[in-house]
């Protein structure tokens, strides 16, 4: 569990930092939602629900899933949403809001009590 926690704390803060360097010369878009990609989460039948959102820019239309996406609920298909576009990279966008969502909070949480279970049990022996 400490393991699956620590490479999940690192996909998150990788995530973090990529907004971080999109934000400054990226465009802000209005997007809509068409529907929510499911991806496994490391719990045995849970997943995760991400947005999957169309845009224009320069008149050209792209689809795409979020690329930092932090939701604790799927987004209602139909609705809008504003997303960070880098224009040389038009199909990864990016929730201008996203930063250190629920995954990652959780996943802090977890190395920690893994870390400390661990330490504890060692000192047991």
Request: charged residues 15%; without cysteine; proline residues 6%.
């Amino acid at each position: 569990m400490l393991v699956a926690s620590l490479v999940t704390m690192a996909r998150e803060l990788r995530q973090n930092v990529m907004l971080r360097q999109v934000r400054p010369t990226a465009l802000e878009l209005s997007a809509e939602v068409i529907g929510n990609r499911a991806t496994r989460s490391g719990k045995p039948g849970a997943y995760f629900l991400t947005p999957v959102v169309r845009y224009h820019i320069d008149g050209k239309r792209y689809e795409a899933e979020i690329a930092n996406a932090s939701f604790g609920r799927p987004a209602e298909t139909g609705s809008s949403m504003t997303v960070l576009v880098s224009p040389g990279h038009p199909y990864s966008p990016m929730d201008p809001y996203g930063g250190l969502g629920a995954t990652l909070r959780g996943a802090i949480v977890t190395a920690v009590l893994s870390a400390l279970l661990l330490g504890w049990q060692i000192a047991l022996q």
